[in-house]
């Protein structure tokens, strides 16, 4: 049983920044490409950014591309989540998730190409 813990939410005010954290046990981390999804209250959960097993890859929306940077390390089993200029419409709940295939190096934006999920971690961003 995987097992993704995330950390490093909290309250900040726009233009600030956060760290956030996604330990992960139970399989070969580094194995995986890990990705990140975001949740604001009343909407669907959708893509943040991904990058796959060895972290040569980075994929990013939009509308965090610059300001956000994914890293892993994979002596850690830990996947971060630089958010950096953050914004008032970056508030939601944060997820972690690991993708279902070994060795994946594709953009994959659906949460449906994810099979295990953190408990995720809330980010609030005041104007």
């Known amino acids: 049983q995987v097992q993704l813990v995330e950390s490093g939410g909290g309250l900040v005010q726009a233009g600030g920044s956060l760290r956030l954290s996604c330990v992960a046990s139970?399989?070969?981390?580094?194995?995986?490409?890990m990705g990140w999804f975001r949740q604001a209250p009343g909407k669907e959960r959708d893509f943040v950014a991904s990058?796959?097993?060895?972290?040569?890859?980075?994929y990013y929306v939009d509308s965090v591309k610059g300001r956000f940077t994914i890293s892993r390390d994979n002596a850690k089993n830990t996947v971060y989540l630089q958010m950096n200029s953050l914004k008032p419409e970056d508030t939601a709940i944060y997820y972690c998730?690991?993708?279902?295939?070994?060795?994946?190096?594709?953009?994959?934006?659906?949460?449906?190409?994810?099979?295990?999920w953190g408990q995720g971690t809330q980010v609030t961003v005041s104007s």
């Open positions: 998730a690991t993708n279902r295939r070994e060795y994946a190096s594709g953009r994959y934006v659906s949460p449906d190409e994810y099979n295990y």
């Open positions: 139970g399989r070969t981390f580094s194995s995986y490409a």
């Open positions: 990058i796959n097993w060895s972290a040569y890859t980075t």
